[in-house]
Nanobody, 123 residues
């Protein structure tokens, strides 16, 4: 069983930056992609970014050029560097992991989920 624990959420002003972390433990990480999703009340959970075991990366159009995903396999940690944050980035952010890289931005492809960390972008 793979356990994922997010941290780093908080309140930030528009235009500011924040870095989320996700600590993984349990199974061998080599066979899994990792992803960040986000969700606001009343809306479906949406894929933000994902990274494969070989560090191939995908981003949602809404965050391209502003967010950067990375993983440190030695530390078993996933990161999401978020720059130029906008009020519409406000959401609960979830770390996830799965095996089907072709669908990594789909919630259906992730088998493991963290508990979420809240990001609020507001002045």
């Amino acid at each position: 069983q793979l356990q994922l624990v997010e941290s780093g959420g908080g309140l930030v002003q528009p235009g500011g930056s924040l870095t989320l972390s996700c600590a993984a433990s349990g199974l061998t990480l080599d066979y899994y992609f990792f992803a960040w999703f986000r969700q606001v009340p009343g809306k479906e959970r949406e894929g933000v970014s994902c990274i494969s075991s070989s560090s191939f990366i995908k981003y949602a159009d809404s965050v391209k050029g502003r967010f950067t995903i990375s993983r440190d396999n030695a530390k078993k940690t996933l990161y999401l560097q978020m720059n130029n944050l906008k009020p519409e980035d406000t959401a609960v952010y979830y770390c996830a992991a799965g095996r089907d890289w072709s669908r990594c931005l789909s919630t259906a492809a992730s088998n493991y989920w963290g508990q979420g960390t809240r990001v609020t972008v507001s002045s």
